[in-house]
């Protein structure tokens, strides 16, 4: 019978670890339930987009539970961008032999956003059970705490970084968004934020609300929501979000 292929959700940045028994509730409560993280410390294999930060995970969880093995010993197989389709089902073999397995983002909730979702159609092709544990996603918070239409709205991921096709793009959703009333969500490289939300202010029409959400769930948590024109004004004046290498999530709603 095969194995379980769990969801794991990850932090959405980098979290400290506990200083010590002082009776201080762990970082992790906060953000992950206490059944998710038992969940994910009983497993000994992962699909993971990236190796180093699921290790970092595991290193904060095995602080709060017992991991079912030494981190070392722990088997983690990579799966990004970059991993040809010809590879995924070398990863699920494990988990056709009877192995229980998690699958991993390099943060928030993995196959959202990432390049697990094609490992999860293959799971389901070969009749394995894909279980989904609850977790922060950036996309679903910055839906809650922007103020825009939470009833409907479109995750459209990066934009071109060509500034003419950017700007093009930017229009086309600003304008679906005016004719169906729908929040459009996007996605910038963090070293980008900067041209992100210039591009944003400069091709959006002035009334048009724009929604800028930095660092969720994490300390350093930043939601700002204005409209465009009062982005261009604030930019001209210095007045910018600190984003700059950053996640952010970027949110627009037309009038």
Known sequence: MP??????????GPVDMPSGDDGAPHPLDAIIPREVQAAAARLDYFVAENAKTTRAFLKLLGSRHALSKPIQEI????LHVNTDASALPALLAPLLEGRD????SE????AVADPGANLVRL????GIQVRPLVGPSSLLLAVMASGLNGQSFAFNGYLPTDADARGKRIRQLEDRSRKEKQ?????????????????LASHCQGNTLVCVATDLSLPTESVRTQTAGQWKAALAAGQGPD?????????LLAD
């Open 3 to 12: 194995g379980i292929l769990y969801l794991i959700p990850n932090t959405l």
């Open 123 to 126: 799971a389901h092709r070969h």
């Open 75 to 78: 088997d983690i197989a990579e």
């Open 101 to 104: 397995g998690g699958l991993i």
């Open 243 to 251: 984003f700059h290498k950053k996640p952010t999530v970027f949110l």
């Open 107 to 110: 943060a928030g909730v993995p």
């Open 183 to 199: 929040t459009q969500l996007l996605i910038e490289t963090p070293y980008r934020n900067a041209a992100m939300l210039e591009a």
